[in-house]
Every structure is written in structure tokens, then in C-alpha cells.
């Protein structure tokens, strides 16, 4: 058989290739002049580990848990709009995938099949989902009861969206969702708009008042766990703590929203350290090799997630090609973690790091 996918870049080349332009700029995108985005990336290529030998690494265990729940290996699904856009099926392939994986799948409120499709698809997956605050908070209400009653098991609340960042080649492309895709968990819930849309829905929808004490009003709709997404300061993650969430991912959204906002494996130390443990920290973005997971992992993040690299599995082969990008993240994980004397995921720490290199 012909090996034509090795690596994480190899989905991009391909994706970038095959995807028409606006579609691959969208995913594509950082804010103003992605900074962020690229430093994303850049910042684990900076970090040098410090492996042991002689530490009988014949057999290697990649399991972990996020929220007392196993999954195979430290690495799920981030929230990104739009898969139809890169497959036909596009979030129904993903969570198939996710389920084969054995892992987790943060569903994007921006999807393009619904929630119930996508439960429907892989009844047995382990799924959060990601949530936006709405000004009109019904909106949010009703779709907090919708994927509570359909077996979701965490809500990551998105706090970094008060506005949409300045992503300027979908300005330049016009860039909205074509007439035959739609964002189907809003089917019918916006009223009757004829007004000017952003990504698909009415413009202007998200609250830019939202404030801490919104993480009180979730609270009170819902049993769930809430995770928040978009935290990059101790000073933020101590309020989250206080405020009684679950977990903190820290995250830049990719690069598209503030651009000189840290990369987020360089935002992760300072926010372990004020955490001590009280809830569980994870990470999204700039991962795309099992050495980036390892880096994370040893600097304190329970699992991490990544965005952009499930769209190019999914432009390349739908569901096989998610598979597939999870494969090769796995295999590439097992092998850093041994190579580096890890046996099992709880034996990576920071002593791992070479901290007098950075
Ligand atoms: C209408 C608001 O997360 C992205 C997505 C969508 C952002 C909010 C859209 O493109 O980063």
C-alpha cells in the first residue's frame, strides 16, 4: 500500500490544496496579522525536553481521564465551526471518528449538522459542547436543555467572542456560509432575520456584556460540568476557580480573535501554578505532533485539543481521515512519551522540560 500521510502537514498541504479558497482561508484565518496564530506553533518548537533512559518502556499506556471519564489518549476534538464545509457529512464523520478514538468531542454551537445528528451518528461518543452567550439568552437556554437531555456531559463556555476578531481574507472573500449549509442548531430559534449575518447567522447575536457573574446564571440552568474556554491569565483562572467551574481551557481561539495574545503553551504555566490542581487545566491550539502533546502535558494540561488539523482530516477522507489524524497524534504520543522514558501519562512532569532554555 501507498504511505502518503506521515504527518499533521501532510492533511494540511492536502486540505489547502483541495479546498476552495474562501473555505480554506476561512479555517485558515488568525486575526489582523496572526501573530498569535503562528506563534501558536512556534512557541513548542522553542521548548527542548529532557528525556530519561533506561526506564523500560516495553509496553506504554496513553490512557487518561478528563472529568473522571477514560479516554484513550490525551487528545481531543476542539470546537470549529462549519465541517460540512470540508465534508459532506462533516460533524456526523467527526464524532464517528471521536467514537472509534475513544475520545472526546467538543461539539461547535457553529455546526452544520445538529446536535441530535450528531448524537444520532455515534450514540455511544463522549461529547461536551461548546456554548456562546447570546443577548438573547433564551437562545443559549434552549440549547443548554437541548444537549443536556441528549447526553452531553460538560458545557465549555466560550468567553473569548466578545466581539469576532478581524480575520481579513474572509473580509477580502465575503466570506459567509454557501446557501445549501446552514448553522442547524439555530434552525428556527433567531426569529425571522432580514438583516445583515456574520458566519451564517444574524449579526450582532453574541453578548459583549457578559461578565463573571454570567457563569452564575449557567450555573443555575444546568447540572453539567462548565468548562471555560479562552482563559490565558492567572489572574482570570483564579475567578475561575472561585466561580466554581470545572475545568479551564486555555486557549487564544486559534489566533483568530485578540492577535498578540500569547501562544497558549507559553499562557499554560502561570495558569497551572495559580490552579494547583483545585480543577483540571487543558489546551487548544499550535498542536500538531505527539512531542507538542508530551510539552503540554509535562507543563501541567490534563488533555489537549485541536481545531484546524480535524478539518484537514475531514477535507481529506471525512470520517477515515479524522480517524486517521487521530491515529497518527496517537502513535506519534506513544512513541515521544517512550522515547522519553514515560510509561504511562502520570509519569510526565516538568522535569521533563528544560526550563534553563527558555
Ligand atoms: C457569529 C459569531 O468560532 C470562528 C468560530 C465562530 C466565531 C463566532 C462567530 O470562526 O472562530
Known sequence: TEISMVCLTDFELYAKEHLP???????????????TRDDNILAYKRIRLRPRMLR???????????????????????????????????????????????????TSTYSTCSVEEIVTAAPNGYRWFQLYVYRNRKVSEQIVHRVEALGYKALVLTVDVPYTGKRR????????????????????????????????VPANTLDPSISWKDVYWLQSLTRLPIIIKGILTKEDAELAVEHGVQGIIVSNHGGRQLDGGPATIDALSEIVDTVQGRIEVYLDGGIRTGSDVLKALALGAKCVFIGRPVVWGLAYKGEDGVREILQILNDEFRLSMALAGCRNVSEINRNLIQFSRL
Open 21 to 35: 479558497k474562501a473555505t480554506w482561508d476561512y479555517y485558515a484565518a488568525g486575526a489582523d496579522e496572526c501573530c
Open 169 to 200: 481574507n474572509d473580509i477580502r472573500n465575503q466570506f459567509r456560509l454557501p446557501p445549501h449549509l446552514k448553522v442547524k442548531n439555530f434552525d428556527g430559534v433567531f426569529e425571522e432575520n432580514n438583516g445583515p449575518e456574520e458566519y451564517g
Open 56 to 106: 523500560d518502556v516495553s509496553i506504554s499506556d496513553t490512557r487518561t481521564t478528563v472529568q473522571g471519564t477514560e479516554i484513550s489518549f490525551p487528545v481531543g476534538i476542539a470546537p470549529t465551526a462549519f465541517h460540512c464545509l470540508a465534508w459532506p457529512d462533516g460533524e456526523m464523520s467527526t464524532a464517528r471518528a471521536t467514537e472509534a478514538m475513544n475520545t472526546c468531542y467538543i
